[in-house]
């Protein structure tokens, strides 16, 4: 059956780093744009960042809350992504999942991300705090 594989989450402290990783199990993840969600306790999934296809032009976007401070990735196989977060906050705080993004080869707006995510991971969970 397809699915994401996250891992790295953690405790971390505020100004701290983590890095994200996720893996695609059961089919090619290159066709599709992947994207960064999280869900923090009582919240609503919100898309965080994505990434397009190599097999596209297009590029990477982040939701405002996070721009300047986390960057995206893929290998060059396009089966794996990272999600880089540094200078983390308390704000941060969530179950972090990704997703295929079905149908889109290049990222939608990052709030629109969630109607096309697809093929999800289980999540992992990220807490930051002293």
């Known amino acids: 059956q397809p699915k994401f594989v996250e891992s790295g989450g953690g405790l971390v402290q505020p100004g701290g780093s983590l890095r994200l990783s996720c893996a695609a199990s059961?089919?090619?993840?290159?066709?599709?744009?992947i994207g960064w969600f999280r869900q923090a306790p009582g919240k609503e999934r919100e898309g965080v960042s994505c990434i397009s296809s190599s097999r596209s032009n297009g590029g990477a976007d982040y939701a405002d809350s996070v721009k300047g401070r986390f960057t995206i990735s893929r290998d060059k196989a396009g089966n794996t992504a990272w999600l880089q977060m540094n200078s983390v906050n308390p704000e941060d705080t969530a179950v972090y999942y990704c997703?295929?993004?079905?149908?889109?080869?290049?990222?939608?707006?990052?709030?629109?991300?969630?109607?096309?995510?697809?093929?999800w991971g289980q999540g992992t969970p990220v807490t930051v705090s002293s």
């Open positions: 997703a295929a993004l079905g149908g889109r080869q290049t990222c939608p707006l990052i709030t629109q991300m969630r109607r096309y995510a697809e093929v």
């Open positions: 059961g089919f090619t993840a290159d066709y599709y744009a």
